[in-house]
């Protein structure tokens, strides 16, 4: 035995394919997806250290897998760690709704996964190794956007949203994608074996048992996970007859995070935060979910390669040739499958919004599709928006987003220029 094989998990001499059954046994707990109790549910076992007790495709974490996986090849983690669950609970009560067990409501979570410890305790004692996807805690959030609120008169102060340091209180829900793959399928419109072998196909064979065990339906896919801000009790969500305000972002680091001022994200971000806790100091509650989708889940390198190709292009960056720089560089205007974004809405057991902050057609169809109804849309004010993204928000009014703006066409869009790259 060398030296590599006496660390847990390392120096890994031979590998069996999962879908061997030595490897991933037939007998594992059963998973049903739409039960209505959590015992004829089962819970979703996705650890490696017990390769016996799992019944489902790939490991927990989403992206964070490869990072594992690397941790444990440099000897730093330990492979067969089992988490200690002790005081991990949600802090706030997320209540069972009937929107968990409506088949084909909830395909890409686990509505379960916050509740392992009193769902699935019978399993946990029995020795079983059921990891959480999700997570409730509370923080507060320090935003300068909201200081400047406060400053204006916009928002005020009042102990309980809103700090006296001009902080907000809010409850933060993580969530790691759990997908029920024949639900997948159908929501896309496919069939369930095609669906298997294009992503088995698309991602260079990472998981063999997408195409060798049909009797394993839940995935959890290496991807980057949700988290949801809420503003307000976590219970009112649910109920249509109180006031909520919503904002369904989709990540864009650039903006979100260093204040990159090509486009729109981080202000209509903020606006929505400002916007949703407004309404919770109104007696309502307040939502903003963040999905990790960057540059419409094509990626920050394809969206970077689109702004040079923009900014390059002959007469300039312009509002008129917006997305069809987009599809020369990635092929598609917008890679994100907004069909699988309301099932957080569904988890929350949200049935009516009555403020959704969004311009995006996409995301308004598939929340009225899904069966919520959303009140009123509302883009965002004027100004919100930096000059040099002026080119994406009145290219995308022009492409059908919401607006009660005019909307620019001909050569009146044309003349929307965004900044030269050297300027
Ligand atoms: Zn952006």
Same mark, same amino acid.
């Given at each position: 035995?060398?030296?590599?094989?006496?660390?847990?998990?390392?120096?890994?001499?031979?590998?069996?394919?999962?879908?061997?059954?030595?490897?991933?046994?037939?007998?594992?707990?059963?998973?049903?997806?739409?039960?209505?109790?959590?015992?004829?549910?089962?819970?979703?076992?996705?650890?490696?250290?017990?390769?016996?007790?799992?019944?489902?495709?790939?490991?927990?974490?989403?992206?964070?897998?490869?990072?594992?996986?690397?941790?444990?090849?440099?000897?730093?983690?330990?492979?067969?760690?089992?988490?200690?669950?002790?005081?991990?609970?949600?802090?706030?009560?997320?209540?069972?709704?009937?929107?968990?067990?409506?088949?084909?409501?909830?395909?890409?979570?686990?509505?379960?996964?916050?509740?392992?410890?009193?769902?699935?305790?019978?399993?946990?004692?029995?020795?079983?190794?059921?990891?959480?996807?999700?997570?409730?805690?509370?923080?507060?959030?320090?935003?300068?956007?909201?200081?400047?609120?406060?400053?204006?008169?916009?928002?005020?102060?009042?102990?309980?949203?809103?700090?006296?340091?001009?902080?907000?209180?809010?409850?933060?829900?993580?969530?790691?994608?759990?997908?029920?793959?024949?639900?997948?399928?159908?929501?896309?419109?496919?069939?369930?074996?095609?669906?298997?072998?294009?992503?088995?196909?698309?991602?260079?064979?990472?998981?063999?048992?997408?195409?060798?065990?049909?009797?394993?339906?839940?995935?959890?896919?290496?991807?980057?996970?949700?988290?949801?801000?809420?503003?307000?009790?976590?219970?009112?969500?649910?109920?249509?007859?109180?006031?909520?305000?919503?904002?369904?972002?989709?990540?864009?680091?650039?903006?979100?995070?260093?204040?990159?001022?090509?486009?729109?994200?981080?202000?209509?971000?903020?606006?929505?935060?400002?916007?949703?806790?407004?309404?919770?100091?109104?007696?309502?509650?307040?939502?903003?979910?963040?999905?990790?989708?960057?540059?419409?889940?094509?990626?920050?390198?394809?969206?970077?390669?689109?702004?040079?190709?923009?900014?390059?292009?002959?007469?300039?960056?312009? $509002? =008129?040739? #917006? *997305?069809? &720089?987009?599809?020369?560089?990635? /092929?598609?205007?917008?890679? +994100?499958?907004?069909?699988?974004?309301?099932?957080?809405?569904?988890?929350?057991?949200?049935?009516?919004?009555?403020?959704?902050?969004?311009?995006?057609?996409?995301?308004?169809?598939?929340?009225?599709?899904?069966?919520?109804?959303?009140?009123?849309?509302?883009?965002?004010?004027?100004?919100?928006?930096?000059?040099?993204?002026?080119?994406?928000?009145?290219?995308?009014? $022009? =492409?059908? #987003? *919401?607006? &009660?703006?005019?909307?620019?066409? /001909?050569?009146?869009?044309? +003349?929307?220029?965004?900044?030269?790259?050297?300027?």
């Amino acid at each position: 035995m060398t030296k590599e094989r006496t660390i847990q998990g390392r120096g890994i001499d031979h590998i069996r394919l999962t879908s061997h059954a030595i490897e991933m046994p037939f007998n594992a707990p059963k998973i049903n997806w739409f039960a209505t109790q959590p015992s004829e549910r089962g819970p979703v076992i996705g650890t490696i250290s017990d390769k016996q007790q799992r019944n489902c495709i790939g490991s927990h974490g989403g992206s964070y897998t490869i990072y594992r996986a690397l941790s444990i090849a440099s000897g730093k983690y330990p492979a067969n760690h089992k988490p200690d669950l002790h005081n991990t609970q949600p802090t706030d009560l997320i209540k069972p709704q009937p929107s968990w067990f409506e088949p084909g409501k909830i395909i890409s979570l686990d509505p379960w996964g916050a509740h392992i410890v009193d769902a699935f305790g019978d399993y946990l004692e029995k020795g079983y190794n059921i990891q959480p996807s999700i997570a409730v805690t509370q923080a507060y959030l320090k935003l300068p956007e909201i200081y400047d609120a406060i400053s204006k008169g916009r928002l005020h102060i009042d102990g309980k949203f809103i700090n006296a340091a001009g902080d907000l209180k809010v409850t933060k829900v993580a969530i790691d994608p759990v997908w029920h793959l024949p639900s997948i399928a159908a929501r896309i419109g496919l069939d369930e074996g095609s669906l298997r072998k294009i992503l088995f196909r698309e991602t260079g064979g990472m998981f063999p048992e997408l195409v060798t065990r049909s009797d394993l339906k839940v995935l959890l896919p290496p991807i980057g996970s949700t988290t949801a801000y809420i503003f307000g009790d976590v219970s009112d969500l649910s109920n249509p007859d109180i006031e909520l305000t919503c904002r369904v972002h989709d990540e864009c680091n650039g903006s979100d995070v260093f204040g990159s001022d090509i486009c729109t994200c981080r202000p209509y971000l903020t606006h929505g935060i400002e916007e949703a806790v407004r309404t919770a100091q109104k007696g309502g509650v307040g939502l903003v979910v963040y999905y990790r989708k960057e540059g419409r889940a094509l990626g920050e390198v394809t969206k970077f390669l689109v702004y040079n190709a923009r900014k390059r292009q002959l007469g300039g960056d312009s $509002a =008129a040739t #917006y *997305f069809a &720089r987009t599809e020369c560089v990635a /092929g598609v205007q917008d890679a +994100r499958f907004q069909e699988l974004m309301p099932d957080v809405l569904h988890y929350f057991g949200i049935r009516k919004i009555h403020n959704l902050h969004s311009m995006s057609n996409m995301k308004y169809d598939a929340i009225t599709k899904s069966g919520i109804e959303v009140v009123n849309r509302l883009s965002i004010p004027d100004y919100l928006i930096p000059d040099d993204a002026q080119v994406e928000i009145e290219a995308k009014k $022009a =492409a059908g #987003y *919401f607006t &009660r703006d005019t909307i620019r066409t /001909g050569d009146a869009l044309e +003349r929307i220029k965004g900044r030269d790259l050297d300027l």
